[in-house]
């Protein structure tokens, strides 16, 4: 008897009515006596009839086993989970609600890159009294702001050709990443603002070329675009594309803040005919990015590969990219640089809350040092070794607003690199679909339809209008502190509420090393075990 009133359960009912009434509508279109019956119940007939050769078909397949227990009603389920974000993004967030970047912070960047008003009313929506809370400090004195251009020389005393940077610039992101218009519009909008765009390590495509931006060159393990047919790295194909006057730097990517220690493979399907030419890799095969580099495997190596970089380049600057991992790794570098006398010209520090592109989750969530740490880790690593003041550090890690700048730079950061807050720029909403080629606003799809829709000449304009708000905003920031120019800033110019009682200076929680304190000998805990574990000949801990 159980079995007999299954189909009228709650779990098969959909799929009973639905063939019910297929089969009276059926039997009214075969044997109704009027002529017209059947044209009057084609439509509903298909409807229904599609939803029975559904439910059928949900109760054969094997793949979900809520489908074979609820068919058709189940695929509501995966339509709610589909739409999920959108109605969270749209209906229920609030304005410092939304991950990985709030709503305020997205709304922001749209209203100075469309240059409408960008002003909050009624004071903040901010819980001011809430554990990590922070606070940037201002001055009883403050300075008439001085405009935005705010700009860094990069190049120590074995570089050759120094450049004039921004203080803030495009971060890494390579074409293929994001789409032709993407790239023309970053680049276009680089130059009208005078900021540099970093190329990802994709290789140097037309689409950067194109509107004569300056470049900052990375590459990364894959070597593409300077590659041998075997993936090792080829110097002459190198010192051919460097010697273009539109890179003004070269870096050398080790690791990257979303999935640090881990390498990429775009499947032999996906390489274009047009990636192939410009990666230098094979049609027909997959163009894997190895986790690590097969043209140095010791930090001596590694620093002997970066002064060969600038030479290669013709004197123009070079450093390199990472997140930040084992601590003894980066004081090996130190010492590597201490002992070949080669040191980089810049330094990028990228942080676990980084990455545009697609990660396993595990990397994207636990793996690598957040970019604060990280920068204030660096910074004083190279104050005790006496090198501070020839090598700049940029920080690159979920940088949006001027606020995020000058707390980055109060702890060591030079300048700073943003990539999606440019990709806010160009339009896109956050909508998490990045990886899957169905990029909602065409910024990441290689879909020639779905890109069509981000219009060059638009995005350019909002491009520059981003970067030359973000600098007024950090320009009226450092005014208000009573500063000229954010390599004023230091950490006790901010503050960060540790329970509703209790604050601390960023002076106390990021403490300096003094200068030189590494090669005397330190006690700081932070750095004492891990430069005795140092090896400048291995990135192998010392015994």
Not at 125 to 134: F, I, L, S
Not at 356 to 373: I, Q, S
Request: with cysteine; charged share 20%.
């Amino acid at each position: 008897m159980e079995t007999l009133m299954l189909p009228f359960s709650p779990r098969f009912i959909v799929l009973t009515i639905c063939a019910v009434v297929t089969a009276l509508l059926l039997s009214i279109g075969l044997f109704d006596h009027n002529p017209k019956a059947f044209d009057v119940v084609f439509v509903p007939l298909l409807i229904f009839g599609g939803l029975t050769l559904l439910g059928i078909r949900d109760l054969m397949q094997k793949s979900h086993a809520i489908l074979r227990n609820y068919p058709i009603s189940a695929h509501m389920r995966f339509l709610l989970e589909e739409i999920r974000p959108e109605m969270r993004q749209y209906f229920f967030e609030s304005e410092k609600d939304g991950m990985p970047f709030s709503r305020d912070t997205r709304a922001v960047v749209y209203q100075r890159a469309k240059m409408v008003l960008d002003k909050r009313p009624f004071g903040t929506q901010e819980d001011v009294y809430r554990d990590g809370y922070e606070w940037m400090h201002h001055s009883m004195a403050p300075k008439t702001s001085v405009g935005e251009k705010f700009r860094i020389t990069i190049g120590g005393p074995d570089c050759a050709k120094p450049y004039s940077a921004s203080v803030f610039n495009i971060s890494a992101m390579s074409f293929g990443a994001l789409s032709p218009n993407a790239v023309r519009a970053l680049n276009a909008g680089a130059k009208k603002g005078g900021f540099a765009h970093d190329t990802g390590e994709g290789g140097v495509s037309p689409y950067h070329r194109e509107k004569g931006g300056d470049i900052i060159w990375e590459i990364g393990s894959g070597y593409f675009g300077c590659r041998h047919r075997d993936g090792s790295f080829d110097p002459d194909e190198f010192a051919r594309v460097a010697s273009d006057d539109q890179i003004k730097m070269v870096e050398l990517k080790v690791s990257q803040g979303a999935k640090p220690g881990h390498g990429g493979v775009l499947p032999a399907a996906k390489v274009s005919e047009e990636i192939s030419k410009i990666r230098g890799v094979a049609m027909g095969e997959d163009c894997i990015s190895p986790a690590s580099h097969r043209a140095f495997s010791t930090p001596i190596e590694m620093m002997k590969f970066v002064g060969e970089m600038r030479r290669l380049s013709g004197g123009k600057p070079a450093g390199f990219k990472l997140c930040v991992g084992h601590r003894w790794e980066f004081l090996a570098i130190c010492k590597a640089m201490l002992e070949t006398g080669v040191y980089p010209d810049f330094i990028v520090i990228d942080g676990n809350e980084g990455g545009t592109g697609a990660a396993p989750l595990e990397f994207m969530d636990h793996l690598g040092m957040p970019m604060r740490e990280g920068v204030s880790f660096v910074h004083n690593a190279l104050v005790g070794i006496n090198a501070r003041d020839r090598i700049r550090i940029g920080a690159s890690g979920k940088i949006a607003t001027a606020f995020d700048m000058a707390r980055a730079m109060a702890i060591g950061a030079d300048w700073c690199n943003s990539a999606r807050g440019f990709m806010f720029a160009l339009g896109c909403i956050q909508s998490l679909s990045c990886h899957t080629d169905r990029c909602p606003t065409g910024v990441t799809s290689q879909d020639p339809i779905r890109n069509r829709a981000l219009v060059v000449p638009h995005k350019i304009e909002r491009v520059y209008n981003y970067h030359h708000a973000t600098l007024h905003a950090l320009a009226e920031l450092i005014a208000a502190a009573g500063l000229e120019h954010p390599q004023d800033l230091r950490p006790i110019h901010f503050s960060q509420r540790k329970s509703t009682t209790e604050v601390a200076s960023f002076a106390r929680l990021y403490p300096a090393l003094r200068p030189g304190e590494l090669l005397e000998g330190t006690e700081d805990a932070r750095y004492s075990d891990a430069w005795k574990m140092a090896r400048a000949d291995s990135f192998q801990p010392a015994a």
